[in-house]
């Protein structure tokens, strides 16, 4: 019998891949807005033809390079630092060049990337489909943390997911290949549809347009059947959040709740609850 199919190696190996995975993830969360803005700058530069200028003098930044330093002082992390939450255990949360506290953000996405691998073989034991969710619950991981910090949901990303949701699907594993095909187009046109309904009658823009993606990529995961337990779930848990914090805040409340705060964030968690409960929605409704 393949010893990777044994619950409890399985489990072991799934904990140790979530917390690689999270502490990769905080990296990608940190870099891939500043690879972003570094893009959208030489951009800007070669259509206003500036290239040669400005151009040199800056280093690029990428996902390999430059390997992983404290922000403030620019020391290299040593091999063990880089292991995930031992590596911040061991430092107390501290660069151990210049004392500079370490983000609260690395600690918690390796521990909620172990969170996700375990729900996944707990969910579904030691499967292709617990492998396969979790890719899916560290991808939305990631888009739900850049979107919270910079209101963004890379392409780079949501796209990954799009692709691969419609691949993983052509075996069956969470919804037919033609469910698959119809949640993705349905998720993109329902929001695409809210979203010019909304821009018609307000004349602002209510969501960005990464939020269509990530609701194509989530329906490509899930199938089209479970796009409305998606919104439902998302919408409910933002009005949960953004009633309080715009009453705490005091603000008036037109900037609509829309745009208040970023709503990819609603759809990540609505879109794991989808993979893992699909049935939420009946039992909701109809308690069964
Ligand atoms: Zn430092």
Same mark, same amino acid.
């Given at each position: 019998?393949?010893?990777?199919?044994?619950?409890?190696?399985?489990?072991?190996?799934?904990? %140790?891949? *979530?917390?690689?995975?999270?502490?990769?993830?905080?990296?990608?969360?940190? #870099?891939?807005?500043?690879?972003?803005?570094?893009?959208?700058?030489?951009?800007? #530069?070669?259509?206003?033809?500036?290239?040669?200028?400005?151009?040199?003098?800056?280093?690029?930044?990428?996902?390999?390079?430059?390997?992983?330093?404290?922000?403030?002082?620019?020391?290299?992390?040593?091999?063990?630092?880089?292991?995930?939450?031992?590596?911040?255990?061991?430092?107390? !949360?501290?660069?151990?060049?210049?004392?500079?506290?370490?983000?609260?953000?690395?600690?918690?996405?390796?521990?909620?990337?172990?969170?996700?691998?375990?729900?996944?073989?707990?969910?579904? !034991?030691?499967?292709?489909?617990?492998?396969?969710?979790?890719?899916?619950?560290?991808?939305?991981?990631?888009?739900?943390?850049?979107?919270?910090?910079? #209101?963004?949901?890379?392409?780079?990303?949501?796209?990954?997911?799009?692709?691969? *949701?419609?691949?993983?699907?052509?075996?069956?594993?969470?919804?037919?290949?033609?469910?698959?095909?119809?949640?993705?187009?349905? *998720?993109?046109?329902?929001?695409?549809?809210?979203?010019?309904?909304?821009?018609?009658?307000?004349? #602002?823009? !209510?969501?960005? *347009?990464?939020?269509?993606?990530?609701?194509?990529?989530?329906?490509?995961?899930?199938?089209?059947?479970?796009?409305?337990? %998606?919104?439902?779930?998302?919408?409910?848990?933002?009005?949960?959040?953004?009633?309080?914090?715009?009453?705490?805040?005091?603000?008036?409340?037109?900037?609509?709740?829309?745009?208040?705060?970023?709503?990819?964030?609603?759809?990540?968690?609505?879109?794991?609850?989808?993979?893992?409960?699909?049935?939420?929605?009946?039992?909701?409704?109809?308690?069964?």
């Amino acid at each position: 019998m393949n010893i990777l199919l044994e619950p409890v190696s399985f489990m072991v190996v799934a904990i %140790i891949s *979530g917390a690689i995975a999270g502490s990769f993830l905080s990296m990608v969360v940190h #870099r891939l807005p500043l690879i972003m803005r570094q893009q959208w700058k030489r951009e800007c #530069r070669e259509f206003l033809e500036l290239e040669g200028k400005e151009a040199s003098g800056a280093s690029e930044i990428s996902l390999s390079a430059p390997r992983s330093h404290c922000p403030l002082c620019n020391h290299q992390l040593r091999l063990v630092d880089n292991i995930p939450v031992i590596g911040f255990l061991l430092n107390r !949360g501290h660069c151990n060049h210049c004392n500079h506290p370490i983000g609260w953000r690395y600690l918690t996405l390796e521990l909620l990337g172990i969170t996700v691998a375990i729900t996944a073989t707990l969910h579904f !034991g030691p499967s292709s489909s617990a492998v396969a969710s979790m890719w899916f619950g560290w991808i939305l991981l990631a888009l739900l943390f850049i979107d919270l910090e910079h #209101r963004l949901l890379p392409d780079q990303l949501t796209y990954i997911l799009l692709w691969s *949701g419609l691949i993983i699907n052509q075996w069956g594993l969470f919804t037919t290949p033609s469910g698959a095909l119809f949640g993705a187009a349905a *998720g993109y046109l329902v929001l695409w549809s809210i979203f010019h309904l909304y821009k018609m009658v307000t004349g #602002r823009e !209510g969501m960005g *347009g990464g939020d269509l993606k990530l609701l194509a990529a989530l329906g490509a995961w899930c199938g089209w059947t479970l796009l409305p337990q %998606i919104l439902l779930v998302a919408s409910l848990c933002g009005l949960l959040v953004t009633v309080p914090w715009i009453l705490l805040k005091k603000e008036s409340s037109y900037p609509l709740l829309l745009t208040a705060i970023p709503f990819g964030p609603f759809l990540a968690v609505a879109g794991w609850i989808a993979l893992l409960w699909p049935t939420l929605l009946d039992i909701m409704l109809w308690g069964r």
